[in-house]
């Protein structure tokens, strides 16, 4: 290997170096105690040959340098909950009922003052009524 031994890692180097134990471990190459030991090393280590030194005794795979990081699979969005979903409906169709609480009210209060009948508000003091009862 020669001066590459020298060349410093990074993060992402020792992270492959730790999987690939994970992989000779899982394989029987290496117990439980050498798996330890090995992590260790590997996660303390600054240099290439410090990295490579930890798969010495062991059969390939080894650790590759110079690869560019795997790229990170996209996570699926989350599918809304059905609590936010009944909350969603819930708002849409308070909106819907306000507003045609709010319609029907203007047109009562129009239609009175253009009839100038106070009895043609009895709608809109039913209407406030049940609002009231419900919102209580």
Not at 20 to 29: E, N
Not at 50 to 67: K, M, Y
Not at 112 to 119: D, E, V
Request: proline share 7%; net charge negative; glycine share 6%.
């Amino acid at each position: 290997m020669g001066r590459d031994a020298d060349i410093r890692v990074g993060t992402a180097d020792r992270e492959r170096a730790v999987a690939l134990l994970s992989d000779h471990f899982t394989a029987g190459r290496i117990d439980v105690g050498e798996y330890e030991q090995r992590c260790a090393a590997a996660t303390a280590a600054r240099t290439r040959g410090e990295v490579l030194a930890v798969f010495e005794d062991l059969p390939e795979p080894h650790p590759e340098f110079d690869q560019p990081p795997p790229e990170e699979a996209a996570l699926p969005e989350p599918a809304p909950s059905r609590v936010l979903q009944r909350a969603s409906r819930r708002r849409a169709n308070n909106l819907l009922i306000g507003g045609f609480v709010v319609g029907a009210v203007g047109l009562i209060v129009t239609v009175t003052a253009m009839t100038n009948a106070w009895w043609a508000l009895a709608p809109a003091l039913l209407i406030a009524a049940v609002l009231v009862a419900v919102v209580s």
